[in-house]
């Protein structure tokens, strides 16, 4: 069958992969961003495509965002490979040696994972940043990208391929199934002969999917309910800033701020500061009683909107008494992404940091840095909300595995 048959090739392929050497490695990966340059127009044509589709099929603006493709866009996925080539070889590292006291050595060593599979949705750029991360940590990669995206994916894998090619590099480093219905999706999830990693992602109902009929192991690559929290010690004006670029700089992505949660000491004088700055790009405020309140023309929010990533112009907002009750609320309704907390108090710095449990926790400071890049990987996987093998923010180190090698010298136990 085709699933089978395409999995079948890229456990091939993995054997070769992991054989090439660093410098091979990061000579392909500069010639395929070359090739994406040099094929953008081809694949924003292809994108077009999915773009008019999903005009048509009435998709929401925020998935609109994620999908399109333009040559700046196009620019930072060339780049995202640059930058993992110039990234250090993850593949051989000793990460540990020992001596045991029969003479044994023993040696911990990093490897790569083997077939990582990749299932996605209408983010075409997560191709060529999942093929990068995965080719570098010296995996061969299967990507199931949603059948928004289906064009321009097929376009931006072409493009690789042809890098691949001319590298004299096997083409089954990357594979797209290109059956875009459900039934060959849950068949992927059982392929544990052939994958040895999968990771989801997209939204709430995909990761649940996957999590629940997977028989390969999952990293869960989590949806994004970020908190900022204003402390009553926070400079106001730092404090609308981040609120802004944290909720409107590109509301489709699982770093944006949706929820907004305030010190009741601060909220008369704070909440219509960051109103009339939100404003600016119509987002709409879905708040509890107290800040409908002193915001009129906020509507009431719902106990479903504190739970809820909007991927939109709409913030829900909550005033608390303190920061542990701030603590306690975002633990109750966040999803483990990334929290922030903004505050001129060390003390509430210190509590915050260490009991809100997110993967990723700021100080004055907007969510939307959790990226791979921002961070230093260069592109990312995606980011881990769950606490076992990696957590955070993806990149090469979090995507290998290891062995132990035991050296001896005729010892029999």
């Known amino acids: 069958m085709y699933l089978e048959e395409l999995c079948k090739k890229a456990k091939?392929?993995?054997?070769?992969?992991?054989?090439?050497?660093?410098?091979?490695?990061?000579?392909?990966?500069?010639?395929?961003?070359?090739?994406?340059?040099?094929?953008?127009?081809?694949?924003?044509?292809?994108?077009?495509?999915?773009?008019?589709?999903?005009?048509?099929?009435?998709?929401?603006?925020?998935?609109?965002?994620?999908?399109?493709?333009?040559e700046g866009r196009i620019q930072g996925m060339a780049e995202g490979l640059r930058q993992v080539a110039d990234l250090e070889d993850p593949v051989g590292e000793t990460l540990e040696t020992f001596k045991r006291p029969n003479g044994l050595e023993i040696e911990k060593i990093s490897v790569p994972m083997g077939v990582i599979g990749?299932?996605?949705?209408?983010?075409?750029?997560?191709?060529?940043?999942?093929?990068?991360?995965?080719?570098?940590?010296?995996?061969?990669?299967?990507?199931?990208?949603g059948k928004d995206a289906i064009s321009s994916n097929k376009a931006?894998?072409?493009?690789?391929?042809?890098?691949?090619?001319?590298?004299?590099?096997?083409?089954?480093?990357?594979s797209l199934i290109e059956t875009t219905d459900r039934e060959t999706t849950t068949q992927f999830m059982r392929m544990k002969e052939y994958v040895d990693l999968l990771i989801p992602r997209g939204g709430a109902g995909l990761i649940k999917a996957v999590v629940e009929n997977s028989t390969i192991p999952v990293i869960e690559t989590g949806t994004g309910n970020c908190h900022i929290f204003v402390d009553e010690s926070a400079d106001l004006s730092d404090a609308v800033r981040i609120v802004f670029n944290a909720k409107t700089q590109r509301?489709?992505?699982c770093n944006a701020c949706e929820s907004l949660v305030v010190h009741k000491n601060i909220a008369d004088e704070f909440l219509p500061m960051v109103y009339k700055k939100l404003k600016e790009k119509n987002v709409e405020f879905r708040g509890d009683d107290a800040t409908c309140e002193i915001l009129p023309e906020a509507n009431s929010a719902t106990e479903e909107d504190f739970y809820k990533e909007y991927l939109d112009y709409i913030l829900s907002v909550k005033i608390v008494e303190n920061v542990d009750e701030a603590i306690a609320f975002i633990n109750e309704h966040n999803t483990g992404h990334s929290d922030a907390i903004i505050s001129e108090n060390k003390e509430n710095q210190e509590k915050f940091s260490r009991w809100v449990d997110s993967a990723c926790v700021y100080v004055n400071a907007s969510t939307r840095f959790t990226d791979g890049f921002e961070f230093g990987f260069g592109a990312e996987i995606g980011i881990s909300t769950q606490k076992l093998h990696a957590r955070g923010p993806m990149g090469l180190k979090q995507i290998v595995s290891y062995k132990y090698i035991i050296r001896g010298n005729g010892q029999v136990r």
Do not use: W
Request: glycine share 6%.
């Open 251 to 253: 509301i489709g992505v």
């Open 118 to 145: 990749i299932i996605y949705e209408s983010r075409p750029n997560v191709t060529a940043d999942a093929f990068a991360l995965c080719f570098k940590a010296g995996s061969a990669v299967i990507l199931k990208g």
């Open 12 to 70: 091939s392929a993995k054997y070769e992969v992991e054989k090439l050497n660093e410098r091979q490695k990061n000579s392909a990966l500069r010639r395929i961003a070359e090739c994406l340059v040099n094929d953008a127009q081809s694949i924003i044509e292809a994108n077009q495509i999915d773009l008019d589709n999903g005009i048509a099929n009435g998709m929401h603006p925020g998935l609109l965002d994620r999908l399109k493709l333009d």
């Open 156 to 174: 931006i894998v072409e493009s690789i391929k042809r890098g691949l090619a001319s590298e004299n590099i096997t083409t089954d480093a990357i």
